[in-house]
């Protein structure tokens, strides 16, 4: 079983700058597609960005040039560097790692709220 934990939300206006964290665990991260999702209020979840096992990523097109995904295999970890965020990017952001069709882990995902 793959356990996810996010962090780094929090309340920022308009234009700042969060970074999200997300912790999996197991020794075979570095072998993991791993994708940002998130979900407002009232509206489906959806994708942010993705990254693969070996660094390629892709973006939505509603973050594309002010988010970066990033991973770092020694720590376990993907990043989300989020800038010049609008109240739109206010969500829940979760991590997802898709072993396999239908077999797929979620964190329990962090607030990110952009309001001044």
């Known amino acids: 079983q793959v356990q996810l934990v996010e962090s780094g939300g929090g309340l920022v206006q308009p234009g700042g700058s969060l970074r999200l964290s997300c912790v999996v665990s197991?020794?075979?991260?570095?072998?993991?597609?791993i994708g940002w999702y998130r979900q407002a209020p009232g509206l489906s979840r959806e994708a942010v960005a993705a990254i693969t096992s070996g660094g390629s990523t892709n973006y939505a097109d509603s973050v594309k040039g002010r988010v970066t995904i990033s991973r770092d295999n020694a720590k376990n970890t993907v990043y989300l560097q989020m800038n010049s965020l609008k109240p739109e990017d206010t969500a829940v952001y979760y991590c997802n790692v898709q072993l396999a069709p239908g077999l797929g882990y979620w964190g329990r995902g962090t607030q990110v709220t952009v309001s001044s």
């Open positions: 197991g020794k075979s991260f570095s072998r993991y597609d």
